[in-house]
């Protein structure tokens, strides 16, 4: 593979590596993980000198190279100027419920559970966990009304349950 010609950036204050190590734990060890490209920490730099009047101190985090399932990412610890929100986020498609309830807990934890999916892991970071057949059941499926019925149902759920999606989109 090639040099990856777009890198989302990660703005923190002072959590980057911290966050990094977390969401490549949480990959490292999906279900399924052993099929998927690897995630990795892929490279730590350190501030040089002391900068920003002396708020980051030599030897402090500045970035963090890192890998989620082959996708490459950088973190930098840049200061406290700039916070995530929901206008950003990534999304995960998932092959099975468990998979699901899994990344829900996982990245959940600390967090805020939202609406339709999406999440705010501990960090600020919004994800949307899921399944990977959502395009068919509410954008691909030959069915506009039970695409209607799966979209309806989605959005009473906060975790995606996939089964009662199903059942939406057939009718049931």
Not at 88 to 115: M, R, T, Y
Not at 121 to 143: R, T
Request: hydrophobic share 40%; proline share 4%.
């Amino acid at each position: 593979m090639g040099v990856q010609t777009i890198v989302p950036n990660l703005w923190f204050d002072t959590q980057a590596l911290e966050a990094a190590e977390d969401w490549v734990s949480v990959f490292s060890t999906r279900i399924g993980a052993e099929s998927r490209p690897k995630s990795e920490i892929v490279n730590v730099s350190r501030y040089p000198t002391d900068v920003f009047d002396g708020a980051k101190k030599a030897g402090d985090v500045l970035t963090v190279d890192f890998t989620i399932e082959g996708q490459r990412f950088t973190a930098i610890n840049g200061g406290p100027e700039f916070k995530f929100d929901e206008a950003v986020s990534f999304l995960v498609n998932c092959e099975s419920q468990e998979e699901i309830d899994e990344l829900w807990e996982k990245l959940g934890a600390g967090g805020e559970h939202g609406p339709c999916g999406w999440l705010k892991d501990k960090y600020g970071l919004s994800w949307q966990i899921v399944p990977a057949e959502i395009e068919q059941l509410m954008l691909g499926g030959p069915d506009e009304e039970g695409k209607k019925r799966a979209f309806t149902a989605m959005m009473q759920m906060k975790k995606i349950d996939v089964a009662e999606l199903r059942r939406a989109y057939e009718g049931k």
